[in-house]
């Protein structure tokens, strides 16, 4: 994964997260002993996606981009209690290959953030080998793509478990939106916040400011 040192330049970054079925990802093997013609339904239900510009300031949040994404599959119980998107809320949602143009239109080629980013880089590169960019045993998405907050957060809270949710209550960061339900653009903005504190040092006990640069 990059890391904060990989920034100095940079001038935006995409933060990005992604809910799911919650089915597991068939590993190529596996994909390669399914029936000739059959159509692999999705993971990716929902992407979120939210721009960090630099400003003379640091870090600033920006534009928003969002879409529900129909997978033609099942989604899981569990996954439905943590997100609340069900079958019917999908039932006029594109698919991944309906809103491919418009998410790389605005991720364009800047590095991405996402919180565990070793889970939006294996949803992504599955889709994309879905929708005929790549094989399932190629990568369009790797490590060299993202900064992760999660990642960042153990520099910080060595040992301390590395939820969003954990981080978000470590750095006083408001997510009482997301003790309902899940979403993908909430957390991607939750993820960025989390960047921006940690990225420019924040206040830990109400007496001293913590940075990556002490």
Known sequence: MLTLEDLDGVERIVAIDAETTGQRTPSPAEIRKMPKGFKIPGIVIEIGCVELLRGDDGWKTGREWQSRVQPNGPIARASIAVHGITP????????????????????GQDILLAHSATNEIGFLNFEYARVGRCGFDEVIFGESDFICTQELSR???????????????????DRSDRFEHHGALLDAVLTAEAFIKMQGGFVQDGTRSVSFGE
């Open 155 to 173: 520099r910080f809270f060595p040992g301390v478990p590395g939820s969003l949710d954990v981080l978000c209550d470590r750095l006083w960061i």
């Open 88 to 107: 019917a809320d999908l039932k006029t949602a594109p698919t991944f290959a309906g809103i491919l143009d418009s998410f790389e239109e605005f991720i």
